[in-house]
């Protein structure tokens, strides 16, 4: 029998409204992470990362909050995809990037914004699989 108490953090307020089953925070984890330390057997980043900024202090603290022996499930688009290799085969800006905040220099790329135009991703960071599985991530992390 799993005995866990999930909790979700965001740091937007509609995103924490339309979840449910589970304690939310409305927080920037850029900032501070707030949880004592190990504090979590799991932490989960799904589509995070790519967002933020400073990545080096949300791993800072993913690794505070987190006990010894406990995992980090990351997941992000893949820079190294077959897709994005084509793309820049062809000249193309990869999937899930953009030049700027109103083209996205794909012209494969079709996500529509309400409004006209594209709708960027907000991806600030792009990763590849090795980059993190390196042994850097998991020495800055402190693990391994």
Not at 39 to 51: A, K, M, Q, R, S
Not at 62 to 88: C, E, F, H
Request: charged content about 25%; glycine content about 8%.
């Amino acid at each position: 029998m799993l005995n866990a108490e999930p909790v979700g953090i965001d740091i937007s307020e509609n995103i924490l409204k339309s979840s449910h089953g589970f304690s939310r925070i409305l927080c920037d984890i850029e900032v501070e992470i707030p949880f004592k330390d190990e504090t979590f057997d799991l932490v989960l980043l799904l589509d995070v990362i790519e967002h933020l900024f400073d990545t080096d202090r949300l791993l800072f603290e993913v690794n505070r909050v987190l006990k010894p022996g406990g995992i980090v499930v990351i997941t992000t688009p893949n820079l190294a995809s077959w897709y994005n290799r084509l793309s820049l085969l062809f000249g193309w800006q990869p999937f899930w990037t953009e030049v700027s905040t109103k083209f996205v220099g794909n012209p494969l790329r079709k996500r529509r914004a309400k409004c006209g135009g594209i709708m960027p991703s907000g991806h600030l960071r792009l990763f590849t699989p090795l980059a993190l599985r390196s042994g850097d991530v998991r020495i800055f992390c402190g693990r391994g």
